[in-house]
């Protein structure tokens, strides 16, 4: 697989491919490679992104003093080695895998320690995980769009008491509402999920604008808020793009939301251009690699990962930012709160940028920018 070319990317960012990487050949974007002794900073993206999401922090950081570096995460863009087989083994999908890798491109790149890890959606579940397990390597943590609510507990001092009730079943509580409804990252684990997005009627390209679009602050009808529980009726207040209609795929989903001609000219944040990078690696991969970190999750793969760390805390200086109009603050009822005031003891802010939805460090990158290197610089 060859690199990105150097016409899609910021002046000072370059594509590279770094081979044998946990049985992988990982492609990474980076800036401030041409000194060397700076710190390190790792930014992982989420779903249905790339490494080229950072493209707009990669040369503020360098300009900062930093090695920034960006990796395709395993099952995306130009990062090969990982199976597309829906029917493959997804143990390498797991977190413990994937912080193999993220160690893997750091000591590729000659860094024995990242100044913090950053992560996006998908990716901050993943730089928390990376924190957690080794705070010796990820020195502060940065995490935005998705807020870590802790480790799961492990039932304690059980023996001889009866077994806990098993808890209600959210799935079908949610389709048996008047408007019956599933939730999309059990949707996102199905089989049918990967052709559902590759093969849209309206093409992969008119897909991620309407993904992007609906999940953002242009969309005007997202307003988010706390939920009291992980109960149907409350999760069911969530946008068809995280409770969707029962009956229908992703693509029809976002497909009712594709903005107007006007709109996307208007456009200044993922511009055409942009979304045709997005589009052309995703029309290429298809969607699977990055969905089988759904199917990690609904299959409780990560809990089981997390359950050897039971008990133990974020104690890195850590800062969360995200979009004001981001439901995934709440998408998970509880985790904000859970994240300032007991999983993360060092949390210092927590920043809701105004006019950002889902897509935060690219809907509003010089805002993000500042409290990045402001938090990198202060801590």
């Given at each position: 697989m060859e690199p990105l070319p150097s016409s899609v990317l910021p002046a000072g960012v370059r594509s590279r491919i770094l081979p044998g990487i946990n049985g992988l050949d990982v492609h990474v974007l980076e800036a401030g490679y041409e000194q060397k002794g700076r710190l390190a900073v790792l930014l992982l993206h989420g779903f249905?992104?790339?490494?080229?999401?950072?493209?707009?922090?990669?040369?503020?950081?360098?300009?900062?003093?930093?090695?920034?570096?960006?990796?395709?995460?395993?099952?995306?863009?130009?990062?090969?080695?990982?199976?597309?087989d829906y029917d493959a083994d997804l143990s390498a999908f797991r977190f413990m895998g994937l912080l193999h890798e993220a160690i893997g491109v750091l000591y590729a790149l000659g860094h024995k320690t990242a100044e913090a890890i950053?992560?996006?959606?998908?990716?901050?579940?993943?730089?928390?995980?990376?924190?957690?397990?080794?705070?010796?390597?990820?020195?502060?943590?940065?995490?935005?769009?998705?807020p870590f609510g802790g480790v799961p507990s492990v039932p304690f001092d059980t023996a001889g008491k009866p077994p806990a009730p098993k808890p209600s079943d959210i799935h079908a509580a949610l389709a048996a509402l008047p408007r019956p409804r599933k939730h999309y990252q059990w949707y996102q684990s199905t089989r049918e999920a990967n052709e559902n997005q590759w093969h849209a009627r309206q093409g992969v390209h008119d897909f991620l604008r309407a993904y992007y679009h609906h999940k953002?602050?242009?969309?005007?009808?997202?307003k988010p808020h706390e939920l009291k529980g992980w109960i149907a009726e409350e999760l069911a207040k969530m946008p068809t793009y995280y409770i969707m209609?029962?009956?229908?795929?992703?693509?029809?989903?976002?497909?009712?939301?594709?903005?107007?001609?006007?709109?996307?000219?208007a456009n200044k944040w993922l511009t055409d251009a942009e979304l045709k990078v997005y589009s052309g690696e995703y029309g290429r991969t298809g969607f699977q690699g990055g969905l089988n970190w759904y199917r990690v999750r609904t299959a409780g793969l990560i809990e089981r990962e997390y359950a050897a760390f039971?008990?133990?805390?974020?104690?890195?200086?850590?800062?969360?930012?995200?979009?004001?109009?981001?439901?995934?603050?709440?998408?998970s009822p509880g985790a904000l709160e859970r994240m300032q005031k007991s999983a993360c003891t060092n949390m210092k802010e927590i920043h809701l940028v105004p006019g950002a939805g889902h897509w935060v460090q690219q809907e509003q990158p010089d805002e993000v920018n500042r409290l990045l290197i402001q938090f990198l610089k202060t801590t």
């Open positions: 249905p992104e790339l490494a080229y999401s950072w493209r707009k922090q990669l040369p503020a950081l360098a300009a900062a003093g930093y090695h920034a570096i960006a990796p395709d995460q395993r099952g995306y863009g130009r990062t090969t080695g990982w199976s597309a950053v992560g996006h959606d998908f990716g901050a579940a993943a730089a928390s995980f990376h924190a957690l397990v080794r705070p010796d390597i990820f020195r502060r943590m940065v995490l935005m769009s998705a953002s602050a242009d969309w005007k009808a997202d209609d029962l009956a229908e795929g992703m693509a029809e989903t976002v497909a009712k939301e594709m903005p107007s001609a006007a709109e996307i000219a039971t008990g133990r805390t974020i104690d890195q200086p850590s800062t969360f930012i995200s979009g004001a109009s981001d439901w995934g603050n709440y998408q």
